[in-house]
């Protein structure tokens, strides 16, 4: 299995050196982390790894990789990146016309413009439904009305992609994407959503109120929403994996820290025999998960089932080590800026990012019905 190893071995510096320690204070303010992503961008080329043309499953497994150790220490920087680089570039780079591509691409690989995907809509499963947000094509291209629920990275972006159920002359309904600078006349970003976990990255509804645009905005020139939304889901759910197992490492490693301060009185944490117990069940949980995962990236990485399982595991994993250190530390969880509180939030947001966990189980099981 290959990676740009020096490559890692210059990130894993970078953060060392950089952001340990930073994160406490950047989400607690909701700070955008824009100083960090652009050393790892300008510095360090981080999404060019998902731009190669030689070898592109090492490139993928490098950026992985990336986010996996970015989130080990500041997970909402790894879903700022992560978001970028797989509802944006991602997309355009497999599904963009040569034009798109040359419109686009070089400035979303420079973070010059961000991204944003705006498919999520309130109640709505997308393996079985159409969303609601409608495109209506019209003699001049198609008029746009609709509102997305959450869009990450919205209040920042430049460039997003929208899924919509499309409408033609006929009256045949299908799914697409459209590609549209966020600056449209009828394109309106809301508030800013507060959340508990991952509060470095921006989240905000859409709205969309008779937006028009060209025939040559369809992502690729064609309509083929449902394919374009199922892989770049499967490679973000891939994304959310290794953010999980960065999570679960940096709580783990915290936590282990934090046990064995010695109290002004009594005994440390991991002085108590059920604590010792407690720690190997979870490091035994994170040495299974980590085998598994790594197992799978020595496949083509592109089955949506694997994937699914994959990011279920690893982010239930995220959780429970989060919160046992918590039971296990107690007060020590809140030392300094490296509060293990934090992990817990930011791992319960990787049961949500992606895909519900039910819901990802419900369309595992089809294939045993």
């Not at 117990?277 to 949980?285: E, G, H, P, S």
């Not at 592109?302 to 239930?316: A, G, P, Q």
Request: proline share 2%.
């Amino acid at each position: 299995m290959q990676y740009d190893q020096e490559k890692l071995d210059q990130i894993s510096d970078y953060i060392q050196a950089e952001i340990v320690g930073q994160a406490a204070h950047y989400d607690e303010h909701k700070l955008f982390p824009l100083l960090f992503i652009n050393r790892l961008v300008t510095d360090h080329k981080i999404f060019h790894l998902l731009h190669q043309t030689v070898d592109r499953d090492s490139g993928l497994r490098t950026f992985l990789e990336v986010i996996r150790l970015l989130s080990i220490e500041f997970s909402s920087l790894a879903a700022i990146l992560m978001t970028q680089a797989f509802f944006a570039i991602w997309l355009l780079e497999h599904f963009g016309s040569p034009e798109q591509k040359e419109r686009y691409l070089d400035d979303l690989l420079n973070f010059k413009k961000i991204g944003a995907f705006a498919f999520s809509e309130e109640d709505i499963n997308l393996d079985k439904q159409f969303p609601e947000t409608m495109a209506r094509q019209t003699d001049k291209g198609w008029i746009i009305n609709g509102r997305k629920q959450m869009v990450s990275n919205a209040p920042m972006a430049d460039v997003l992609f929208v899924l919509c159920q499309t409408v033609d002359q006929y009256g045949k309904k299908d799914m697409a994407i459209f590609v549209l600078d966020s600056k449209t006349p009828g394109v309106q970003v809301g508030p800013t959503i507060d959340k508990v976990g991952v509060r470095s990255m921006p989240l905000a509804p859409i709205s969309f109120e008779n937006v028009q645009l060209t025939t040559d905005q369809l992502l690729g020139h064609q309509i083929a929403g449902k394919q374009q939304y199922t892989q770049s889901m499967i490679k973000m759910r891939l994304a959310i994996s290794a953010q999980s197992l960065g999570i679960a490492e940096g709580a783990f490693k915290k936590g282990l820290a934090y046990s064995q301060i010695r109290r002004g009185f009594g005994k440390r944490p991991i002085d108590v025999s059920i604590n010792q117990l407690r720690i190997v069940d979870l490091k035994t949980a994170l040495v299974a998960c980590e085998a598994y995962y790594y197992d799978y990236l020595r496949t083509d990485m592109s089955d949506e089932r694997e994937v699914s399982m994959l990011k279920i595991i690893t982010s239930r994993l995220a959780s429970t080590i989060s919160e046992e250190v918590v039971r296990i530390t107690g007060a020590y969880s809140f030392i300094g800026n490296d509060d293990i509180e934090r992990y817990v939030h930011d791992a319960n947001i990787t049961k949500e990012y992606g895909g519900k966990t039910d819901r990802l189980k419900k369309k595992i099981a089809e294939m045993w019905l």
